[in-house]
């Protein structure tokens, strides 16, 4: 999916939860941001979150092309699972 939101040169964050699959879009003219750690996914996803809500309280950018996709892998990984889950 994110090698089709790039053909069509939207702007692209992306949180690499594994630290491997995604660092190869760190060239990619459209991708603003690859991040690997905790922390620096935490702070994108907190970021696009205020981003969202900021533009669907404005009704001047509702269904402007400043409304961007949001997609989020949430593939367990690393051992970390949902309560419940036995991560297979």
Request: charged share 20%; hydrophobic share 40%; glycine share 10%.
């Amino acid at each position: 999916m994110l090698v089709g939101v790039s053909r069509y040169g939207w702007p692209s964050w992306v949180a690499d939860g594994k630290g491997i699959e995604f660092l190869g879009f760190r060239d990619w003219p459209n991708a603003q941001v690859v991040v690997t750690t905790v922390a620096e996914q935490v702070a994108v996803i907190e970021r696009a979150w205020e981003l969202m809500e900021h533009r669907s309280a404005d009704p001047h950018l509702v269904d402007t092309p400043q409304q961007v996709p949001n997609v989020m892998d949430t593939t367990p990984h690393r051992g970390l699972t949902s309560p419940g889950d036995s991560g297979e």
